[in-house]
């Protein structure tokens, strides 16, 4: 039986996440696979999956801040705002002159910090039990509802300039549901001259970065992190007694325990260093909110790091 934990994958470009996800399960003989995050295909970077029991962590990794790298192509608007879509509107020369390096830095100031940002309409969001880009795909109008987000980064690596156009390689600290491919567009919407995504990859989701994932042909042989290892990266970790991990396996609360825990979550782990669950507080109390299947029964998967 496939031992659970959390596999990172460095996603090549070209696939969907669904991809890698199938891939996942077919490598590991498990259907019980899922992931933290959607890549859109163009994009590469770090996809986050949850194997077996440690899918239960995926619900408080996905809200997690992230960051990415991008190149930005000014000087002409996109469809799908990225470099897939139907390039059009081409900027003047003029126009493009006029977008200097301090225009620039101007249009990523205002870029940056709490904002609010109309997502593409090619975007994963569903609207009407359907997701955005397959309306747009399938020729149909769609408006998004603007969104409150926050950039915390939004750094200019470098300008390259030529008789066509702009492109900036930037990289961005952003949080969830950010979309990197609208900043491209209102950068260049700001500027009067246009701007789409050209290149995407993300290198990290919360604690998690891209140095630690595995290519897309290693999903069966790359080391997991243990559900323990993972949920006390993410939250504040609580160390609990086997007889205090027996009561939250069994739905009981620790009684009086509130003060153990700094804030409003706690990963539970006991003293064999397996994930108990994830505890919240009840009053003065402590009661597990999720719990993980008990160890036992699944022997550890080769190379995972507890």
């Known amino acids: 039986m496939t031992a659970p934990g959390i596999l990172l994958v460095d996603k090549?470009?070209?696939l969907t996440s669904h991809d890698v996800v199938a891939r996942a399960r077919r490598a590991l003989g498990t259907r019980k696979i899922g992931h933290a995050g959607t890549l859109d295909p163009m994009a590469t970077g770090l996809l986050v999956l949850g194997v077996e029991g440690a899918t239960r962590l995926l619900t408080f990794i996905v809200g997690a801040d992230k960051t990415y790298t991008a190149t930005i192509r000014l000087g002409a608007h996109s469809t799908t705002d990225d470099a897939e879509g139907e390039i059009t509107d081409p900027a003047t020369p003029a126009a493009l002159a006029a977008a200097d390096d301090a225009r620039i830095a101007a249009g990523v100031q205002a870029l940056t910090g709490p904002i609010t940002q109309?997502?593409?309409a090619v975007s994963a969001i569903k609207v009407d039990g359907r997701r955005a880009y397959d309306r747009v795909r399938a020729g149909e109008e769609v408006?998004?509802?603007a969104r409150e987000v926050t950039v915390s980064r939004?750094?200019?690596h470098d300008i390259r300039r030529d008789e066509e156009g702009i492109e900036i390689d930037v990289i961005v600290d952003c949080s969830s549901g950010t979309y990197i491919r609208a900043l491209a567009r209102d950068l260049g919407r700001g500027l009067g001259v246009g701007g789409y995504l050209t290149a995407l990859r993300r290198t990290r989701v919360g604690p998690f970065d891209v140095a630690e994932a595995g290519g897309i042909d290693e999903l069966a042989v790359h080391p997991r992190l243990s559900a323990a290892v993972a949920a006390?990266?993410?939250?504040?970790?609580?160390?609990?007694?086997a007889d205090e991990a027996r009561d939250l396996r069994h739905g009981k609360r620790l009684v009086g325990?509130?003060?153990r825990i700094p804030g409003a979550r706690a990963a539970a782990?006991?003293?064999?260093g397996s994930l108990v669950g994830i505890v919240e507080p009840r009053g003065a109390d402590l009661k597990s909110t999720m719990n993980m299947p008990e160890p036992g029964g699944v022997?550890?998967?080769?190379?995972?790091?507890?």
């Open 12 to 14: 090549p470009g070209g």
């Open 118 to 120: 109309v997502p593409s």
């Open 143 to 145: 408006e998004l509802a």
């Open 154 to 156: 939004f750094d200019v």
């Open 232 to 241: 006390a990266r993410v939250l504040p970790r609580l160390d609990v007694s």
């Open 257 to 259: 325990q509130r003060e």
């Open 269 to 272: 782990i006991d003293p064999a």
């Open 299 to 306: 022997a550890a998967a080769e190379g995972e790091r507890a």
